[in-house]
């Protein structure tokens, strides 16, 4: 019998100077970068909650705590590494994953190609398999004031026996 799951992630980190912005595992050009205990990519923090919450495994502060000096400036590809290895240890495998940032700017279009590049290496799946989307607030919020920038996941995780419930 074959069990899927469901799950969702949300990510926000604000804006600050003198930090390069990492955004789906990609250096974006810009004058400021995300403030955060890694290097607060917004978006793989979504993907790394909704995988962990689709396989009951709590949350990305759970399982890589910003007390944990481990942690400090981290590359978040090696937490969404990481989080992968947690879930295909209770005997899940990847679907697909849904996601959606908002940032009023930087214009992230250009980079979602790369994105999707980058994160089916590191998750070993296709491109095919990822969605990402970018959108503004339309100038409404902290997202539409340009003070930060949020990040919303949906994974599919599937498998193939009912050994993990």
């Keep these: 019998m074959q069990k899927i799951r469901v799950g969702f992630g949300y990510d926000v980190h604000r804006f600050v100077k003198d930090r390069e912005l990492w955004i789906g595992g990609i250096l974006i050009p810009n004058d400021r970068g995300l403030d955060g205990h890694s290097d607060a990519d917004v978006l793989i923090h979504a993907v790394c909650d909704a995988l962990l919450g689709a396989a009951d495994l709590r949350d990305i502060g759970f399982q890589f705590p910003d007390t944990d000096p481990e942690f ?13 290895g947690l879930i295909r240890d209770k005997g899940y495998e990847f679907g697909n994953v849904d996601v959606t940032v908002c940032a009023e700017r930087p214009k992230l279009n250009t980079y979602i190609p790369q994105m ?50």
């Design 72 to 84: 400090k400036g981290i590359d978040s590809k090696v937490l969404l590494s990481r989080t992968m």
């Design 116 to 165: 999707k590049g980058c994160l089916a290496g590191v998750i070993g799946v296709e491109p095919g398999d990822i969605s990402i989307k970018a959108t503004t607030s339309e100038k409404m919020g902290f997202v539409g004031r340009e003070e930060g920038i949020a990040a919303y996941a949906t994974v599919l995780i599937y498998s193939h026996t009912d050994n993990n419930l």
